[in-house]
């Protein structure tokens, strides 16, 4: 069973900066898209921002102009550069990828703490 390994969370404070890397234990094909969501307390999971294999990218309206996804196909991985984080980025973040054979995987979740 392949799984997705994230890595690059912590406590920043508000203007800062983090960079989340999310990789996979062993190679999945036919992938259609890679991206990143994040659940906060009490609030439903929601997609933060999404990658497709043709190199397209969107985004949630409340990170437009402050993260970036992208990959790295050599090292199979999927980053998402946050700036000028705000309190309200606070959630887990959860690395996601899915199939054309409507196949997901989720990575075990990384907190993202900002501070005010």
């Known amino acids: 069973q392949v799984q997705l390994v994230e890595s690059g969370g912590g406590l920043v404070q508000a203007g800062g900066s983090l960079r989340l890397s999310c990789a996979p234990s062993?190679?999945?094909?036919?992938?259609?898209?890679m991206g990143w969501y994040r659940q906060a307390p009490g609030k439903q999971r929601e997609l933060v921002a999404s990658?497709?294999?043709?190199?397209?990218?969107n985004y949630a309206d409340s990170v437009k102009g402050r993260f970036t996804i992208s990959r790295d196909n050599a090292k199979n991985t999927v980053y998402l550069q946050m700036n000028s984080l705000k309190p309200e980025d606070t959630a887990n973040y959860y690395c996601?990828?899915?199939?054309?054979?409507?196949?997901?995987?989720w990575g075990q979740g990384t907190q993202v703490t900002v501070s005010s």
């Open positions: 062993g190679s999945i094909f036919s992938w259609k898209y």
């Open positions: 996601n990828v899915y199939t054309w054979g409507g196949n997901d995987y």
């Open positions: 990658i497709a294999r043709d190199g397209s990218t």
